[in-house]
T-cell receptor, first 108, second 115 residues
Framework: GQSLEQPSEVTAVEGAIVQINCTYQ??????LSWYQQHDGGAPTFLSY????GLEETGRFSSFLSRSDSYGYLLLQELQMKDSASYFCAVERADKLIFGTGTRLQVFP | GAGVSQSPSNKVTEKGKDVELRCDPISGHTALYWYRQSLGQGLEFLIYFQGNSAPDKSGLPSDRFSAERTGGSVSTLTIQRTQQEDSAVYLC?????????????FGSGTRLTVV
């Protein structure tokens, strides 16, 4: 089957760096995506890794290692507005399969 | 339109009634997806459309669920004889093409409550 696991919750303070991990037990997927969802809001697209390595977009970076079946989202210079749920997703058969989600709480 | 529009935003229905959920995708987006999200849970894939065709209906939970898309635009998700376990937020997303590279744009969802 297809399974993507994430920690259920992560906490950090403003200005810190936090890493949200995503491990998966699936093969043959095209890429790994990350989405952010604030409470009561719609998921919004953050990043997509087609290849192994690090992709950087401003304060957010995403990493993929297919050999390790592992990826992560790195958030730097945390701000209060970064408090949200973060989902990894693999692209397979023309659709995204989402992980369980990680709730990030940023404290002042 | 500027974004993905879903209606209604909230729907309360009695068990056993039928409901229709509407999704208006971004103009020109050929791919359209339906997901379901229960409280505090991840996104569960239901069905996707490429144009008006639905190549993958594998996520529909039962034959009470159906969906269609017309004119390569608006899509309707219909749930017949609703059950309490159908209560969830139903999210629609569209993308320029299938796959994840371009990112999905999600609507704000329809919160369905079956009482």
């Amino acid at each position: 089957g297809q399974s993507l696991e994430q920690p259920s919750e992560v906490t950090a303070v403003e200005g810190a760096i936090v890493q949200i991990n995503c491990t998966y037990q699936t093969s043959g997927f095209y890429g790994l995506s990350w989405y952010q969802q604030h409470d009561g809001g719609a998921p919004t697209f953050l990043s997509y890794n087609a290849l192994d390595g690090l992709e950087e977009t401003g304060r957010f970076s995403s990493f993929l290692s297919r050999s390790d079946s592992y990826g992560y989202l790195l958030l730097q210079e945390l701000q209060m507005k970064d408090s949200a749920s973060y989902f990894c997703a693999v692209e397979r058969a023309d659709k995204l399969i989402f992980g369980t989600g990680t709730r990030l709480q940023v404290f002042p | 339109g500027a974004g993905v529009s879903q209606s209604p935003s909230n729907k309360v229905t009695e068990k056993g009634k039928d409901v229709e959920l509407r999704c208006d995708p971004i103009s020109g987006h050929t791919a359209l997806y339906w997901y379901r999200q229960s409280l505090g849970q991840g996104l569960e894939f239901l069905i996707y459309f490429q144009g008006n065709s639905a190549p993958d209906k594998s996520g529909l939970p039962s034959d009470r669920f159906s969906a269609e898309r017309t004119g390569g635009s608006v899509s309707t998700l219909t749930i017949q004889r609703t059950q309490q376990e159908d209560s969830a937020v139903y999210l629609c997303a569209s993308s320029v093409r299938t796959g994840g590279a371009d990112g999905y744009t999600f609507g704000s969802g329809t919160r369905l409550t079956v009482v």
